[in-house]
Structures are given as C-alpha cells and as structure tokens.
C-alpha cells in the first residue's frame, strides 16, 4: 500500500473559517434576521438575570429592586451592543454583564460602612450608589488602553500561540457556569442539552422552504419546548414538597420578576441617586476592568472567526476596547451592577446557527432596549429557569473554547518549546483560579487577605480569571523562550500582516467605519 501523501494527512491553514451561511457583513431576510436576534436576546438574558439575582438579595434589595436592576442591565446592554458593532470593533458582539466583576462588587456589599445600615432598600441605594462610583472611576483604564492605542501596542507581544490558551479559556474557564448549574435541576437541564444538541447538529439539515430551521433556530425552539415541559412540572405540583434551592432552581414561577415588574419603566442616568467614590472600592474595580479587558479581548478574536472575518487589527481591537470602557461608565451611571464584558454564550451562538451576520446582533440589541422598557414581557422572558441556560452553555463555551485551539494550525506543534508554552499556560489558567475559588469557598476570604482590602481585591479579581492568568503566562514564556529564532514556529509569518489595517485589503471591508468616518479617524 502507498504511503499517504502529505496533503491527504493534513488541511491547509486557513484565514477564514469556512462554512458559515452569513459572514460578517452578508445579511439573511429581515424575517429571518429578526427571529435571530431575537434569539441573541433570549440568550442574553441569562447572564442578565443570574448577575442581579445574586447580588441584589446580598445588598437588601427586594424583588422589585432585582427586576429594575435587570431592566437596567438590559437596556444598557442593547445601548452597548449598538456602539460597539457601529464604531467600536464592528463584529458581531453582543455587550453584557461580567462574572469579573464579582469578586469586587461583593467586597463592596460587606464594607463594614455599608453593612451597619439597617434599613434593607436603604443598604441597597448607598451600596449601589458605591458600587456605581467604583464603575465609573474604573472605566478609564479600558477608555485611556483603548483610545491612546497603548492596548494596539501591547497586543504586538501577542501571537497565534499565545493567544490559543486566552482564547480557548475564555470558554472553559466557564466551566462552573455550565454542567454543575444543569445539576441542580437534572428533570430539565438534561432534556435541554440533548434537544439542543440533536436539533442543531444532528437534524441540521431538516429544512423548510430551503432554510435550516432547526439548526439555525435550536435554541428558541428547544427553550421553548423545554421551557414548556418545566411550566407543566410546576402546575402538576412536583416541586410541592422538594427543597427550596431545588424550587428555586426548577420551577418557573419562583423568580418574582413578573409580578414585581413595572408595565413600562424607562432606565435612566443615576436613577438610584448620585454615585459615592471611595478610592479602596475603585483599586478593587480596576482589576476587574483589566480582567475584562483581556476576557473581552480573546473573545473578540473568537467573534472575528466565526463571522468569517480576519482578526481584528491592533487599532481596530484598541478602539473597540475604548468603546468597551465607555460601556462602563455608562454601567456605572444608569447602576446596572456590573461592569461590561463580550457575552461569550452569544460568541458561540454565531458559530451554532452559522450566521456571523453584524445585523443580527443589532437587532438583538434593539430588542433588548424594547423589552427592557417594556417590564411585564421582559420579565416573562428573564423567568426561563436557570438550569435550561446552564445547558445551552455547556455547548456555546465548549464551542468558543475550540475556536481557541484552532488558531493552533498556525503554529508548529512539532516544536517542544511550543508545547511547552500551550501546555503550561492551560494548565496553570484552570489550576490557579480554580485553588483561589477552593480557598475562597473555605476561607470565606481570597488567598490574598492582608489589611489593604483594595489589594486584595487586586489579585483575587486578577486571579479568579483563567483568561487572565493564561494570558499572563503564556505571553510572557512566549516573548522570553528562545523568541528570537521561533518567529515561524509561534505562527508570527502568518499573524504580521493582520497588525496593521492596511496589512490586508479584506480588513477595510470588515472594519471600516459607517458614514464614512474614516475621513476623520483614518486607520493606522
């Protein structure tokens, strides 16, 4: 038998991922792009219900506190999304809340200062008010990065190689928002991730009228069976006599957003009083700002490729950071309780329905604005259980994740210095935050625990971050390894000419600004 011949062993690397029905600037039908970005919207509202759910209990709010700030988050979500696909990157991003900012906004909550009030909506306003002002002083880290174009300059220390492990763990290092939220409720997370995966690659090429509905629409479809299947448990009464975490995690009427929504409520600028500054709480911000930064960052690179667009451009990336910084400090003057980060899940979904369309997303950002003011059909939607977006997740990381690992085919992994590199980075990426949760869930405090609170909330945020702690390692045992004769090895030949704007001629079509623009903001 003849030896195989190269070619029939491995795949030429390629620029743009093939396959995609609708890259970044092809649009479907209006009927179609509008059920999509309504589909984007639906998604979003995971992440836009479990941030406030947590913390607004925390810092004495009641449920119709959690339904505004909700509605909030939404509202400026859509108001994100819309600037950041128009000026900002220009990809298919959705802009939502961030897990980053946890760790700080809770150090917040049980300030000794705050935690002595005793009248619960009273703790709520102040914290809420610390929490905004802590937003919009932090905000100028990403605004001064991203339109001074020092992030453009720092992302030249960034090649293939070392961005597989920040890429791949902007998924993976989500792993805790995945399978272990399915398992508090297996009777309905486990039928929605098998229907979701059976309706969007198994039976994805069932089509009607020649359109793949059941690929492209697996998820409204499957939420909507399931979400049906969870309404019809509940009214038969099988959660009558469970525990109440269980009750809270499976039935559908548990949430108290409907009942507790306005009709129409319109979010405005510092409609919970004026913001209190207070430098502790803002040092402790800024290392979520930065995390933010970098997750948002991998994510980005993720969003080009499945939209079938080059990666983005180091100025192209720095403006979209800049934009990204403006969407905090709007967070912190509307109180949404969280900063703004690339909604991964929604990254994923590009891939899932292979539409990569920047159309779709602005719809979906339209329709976040809608029903943000539009309380009781909001919050109809925001009441789909936990567990049913946790299963969705399970998939949209993990796909997110291989975007990461694909950038691989750029590099050589016959090299041992490359290996070297891919392999400590990931591990240390998952290993090093995943001993600050463990320590933390003990401890009741983060490994650092010195009497500068600020400090502490530095390097715990820091380090609660896969992508962040990936990034640091693997950048810096990228440009220090024997980085001088490994240009090629490290995929440099092939990622030079996607530094500059002008390095492509695809990236004008991509990345140019609307209403020509570029006139007064020529590209570099």
């Known amino acids: 038998m003849a030896a195989p011949k190269p070619e029939e062993i491995s795949h030429p690397p390629m620029d ?7 890259c970044i600037d092809s649009n479907p039908s209006w009927g179609e792009a509008i059920a999509l970005g309504f589909q984007h919207y639906i998604l979003a509202l995971g992440t836009a ?5 947590f913390l607004v209990p925390l810092m004495g709010g009641d449920h119709g506190d959690k339904v505004r700030v909700v509605q909030t988050l939404l509202f400026v979500e859509g108001i994100n999304t819309l600037l950041q696909t128009l000026f900002g990157t220009r990809l298919p991003t959705v802009i939502g809340g961030s897990y980053a900012f946890m760790v700080p906004i809770i150090s917040i909550i049980h300030d000794p200062s705050l935690m002595s009030i005793q009248d619960n909506h009273v703790r709520f306003l102040n914290t809420m008010r610390a929490v905004q002002g802590a937003l919009i002083v932090s905000s100028s880290i990403q605004i001064i990065l991203g339109y001074s174009q020092l992030w453009a300059i720092c992302s030249r220390f960034f090649s293939p190689l070392g961005m597989v492990p920040v890429i791949s763990l902007v998924g993976f290092g989500l792993f805790d928002r995945g399978f272990p939220v399915v398992g508090r409720c297996v009777e309905i997370g486990i039928p929605m991730l098998i229907l979701f995966i059976s309706f969007s690659q198994y039976l994805k090429n069932f089509q009607t009228r020649q359109l793949p509905i ?4 697996a998820l409204l479809i499957s939420i909507t069976v399931i979400w049906a ?3 019809l448990l509940t009214a038969s009464g099988a959660y009558k006599h469970r525990p109440e975490l269980t009750q809270i995690n499976c039935r559908t009427d548990k949430a108290y ?3 507790s929504a306005p009709w129409i409520k319109i979010p405005y600028p510092l409609q919970w009083g004026a913001p209190t500054f207070d430098a502790g709480h803002c ?6 700002v930065f995390v933010s930064l970098i997750e948002s960052t991998g994510a980005y690179k993720a969003a080009s490729r499945l939209a079938s667009a080059t990666p983005p451009p180091a100025h192209v ?25 690339v909604s991964v899940e929604n990254v994923g979904l590009l891939g899932s329905t292979r539409v990569g369309s920047r159309r779709v997303i602005q719809i979906s950002a339209g329709f976040m604005i809608f029903f943000s003011m539009l309380g009781k059909f909001g919050a109809l939607f925001a009441s789909i259980p936990f567990p049913i977006f946790a299963a969705v997740y399970c998939v949209l990381f993990g796909l997110v994740a291989s975007v990461g690992l694909s950038f691989l085919q750029f590099t050589n992994m016959n090299s041992m210095r490359n290996l070297f590199i891919t392999g400590v980075a990931f591990f240390l990426g998952l290993s090093v935050p995943e001993y600050f949760r463990e320590y933390t869930a003990k401890a009741f405090h983060g490994p650092a625990h010195t009497r500068a609170g600020w400090f502490n909330d530095f390097l ?18 990228d440009n220090t390894l024997d980085y001088k004769d490994s240009a090629r090895d490290r995929g440099m030949t092939w990622w030079v000419r996607f530094r500059s704007f002008n390095g492509d001629s695809r990236n004008e079509e991509f990345y140019t600004l609307p209403f020509n623009l570029n006139r007064f903001f020529p590209p570099s």
């Not at 059941?214 to 629409?217: D, G, K, T």
């Open 317 to 341: 990336l720095s403006r979209g950071i800049g934009w990204q910084g403006i969407g905090i400090l709007l967070d912190g003057l509307f109180g949404t309780l969280s900063g703004s980060t």
């Open 283 to 288: 040092f402790g911000m800024m290392a979520a």
């Open 257 to 259: 957003l409907i009942s």
């Open 49 to 53: 219900v479990m941030i406030p759910s």
């Open 16 to 22: 743009q991922l093939q396959g995609l029905e609708y």
């Open 460 to 477: 715990n945020t820091i380090f609660f971050s896969s992508p962040t702690v990936a990034l640091i390692v693997a950048v810096f045992l």
């Open 229 to 231: 299947y969870a309404h």
């Open 214 to 217: 059941l690929e492209r629409f």
